[in-house]
């Protein structure tokens, strides 16, 4: 009796041991068929994302390529593309955004890498409108000017470096927006409602009046009429470009602020950088796609669309 009780408890360790090795194979295949079936389903949606690109980068050409014309919502750039259902790939949409239609934010920075006293009055404008802490524009332009000498109100290494970890700004040029969210104490709160209105676009992008925000359309007149008001400047919008830029400096009572802003950030109703993003469903999974493109029309060469740089989330 006492060999067979060995004998049955020998079996049953045996079939544990065998479960236990089963059950790790195919938890193990199962894991392998998850991660196969994840990127299959990444590639098709680089690939959906690739042909909303091309198809928004050809009516970009179309519309842009018209010499001085104005460049507004009304036409076709800023209809939004699907959803379209790709059989056996996914459904993809995709909506293009002027990113001219915001403030820049590294207009902050003036050619010769110092804060740009005209710029910073109007982005502290803009936060003041938007409600939030004029306080912010000094540290945001100490951030991304050349030296390490704090501006009136900003921070630079004497800052930054008594943190917990310590870390330095990187006195240069942004290249997201999202960068705001190193700056101490800059919460998601603040960052969710400045992003809309801003961007981090090389100085050459001057503000587009036909697509700019109604806050900064407020900031750049230092007077409140299109906060609240985002409906009426819309239907103002529906057929063309508005306001346009000769009425809009008319409208204003300090000429001269005008021209120092214009030369500060630029005034115009053209725009060449844009914002995709592209959303691609595959199955149950999402997938989101950022493209930054720019429009670029030198002569001998045709013009075209080129993308400087794709974020991808998930």
Request: proline content about 6%.
């Amino acid at each position: 009796m006492k060999g067979r009780g060995v004998a049955l408890l020998t079996a049953l360790i045996v079939v544990a041991i065998a479960t236990a090795i089963a059950m790790a194979i195919f938890f193990d295949t199962g894991l392998l068929l998850r991660r196969s079936e994840g990127g299959l389903a990444r590639d098709r949606a680089m690939l959906l994302a690739g042909a909303a690109e091309a198809a928004a980068a050809r009516v970009l050409t179309e519309d842009l390529d018209t010499g001085a014309s104005a460049i507004h919502p009304a036409q076709r750039w800023s209809t939004r593309l699907g959803p379209v259902e790709i059989d056996h790939a996914g459904i993809v949409t995709g909506q293009l955004v002027d990113l001219q239609g915001r403030f820049n934010l590294n207009s902050l920075r003036d050619p010769n890498g110092q804060i740009d006293p005209v710029a910073l009055e109007l982005f502290e404008r803009l936060l003041v409108t938007l409600e939030l802490e004029p306080s912010w524009a000094p540290k945001i332009a100490d951030w991304i000017d050349a030296d390490d000498v704090p501006t009136s109100g900003g921070a630079e290494d004497d800052l930054y470096s008594t943190l917990s970890p310590g870390y330095r700004p990187p006195n240069r040029p942004l290249t997201t927006v999202s960068e705001l969210m190193l700056l101490p104490a800059f919460d998601l709160a603040r960052y969710t409602r400045l992003a809309p209105h801003v961007s981090a676009l090389p100085r050459d992008a001057s503000i587009n009046l036909c697509s700019a925000t109604a806050a900064l359309l407020d900031a750049l007149s230092n007077e409140r009429q299109w906060v609240g008001a985002e409906d009426a400047l819309a239907r103002n919008r529906e057929r063309e470009c508005f306001p346009r830029a000769e009425v809009f400096r008319s409208g204003l009572s300090d000429a001269a602020g005008y021209a120092r802003l214009e030369r500060a950030v630029g005034l115009g109703e053209r725009s060449r950088y844009f914002q995709l993003r592209t959303e691609t469903v595959i199955g149950t999974t999402q997938f989101s796609l950022y493209s930054l493109l720019r429009y670029e029309s030198t002569p001998p060469s045709p013009p075209g669309i080129r993308v400087l740089w794709r974020h991808t989330a998930e």
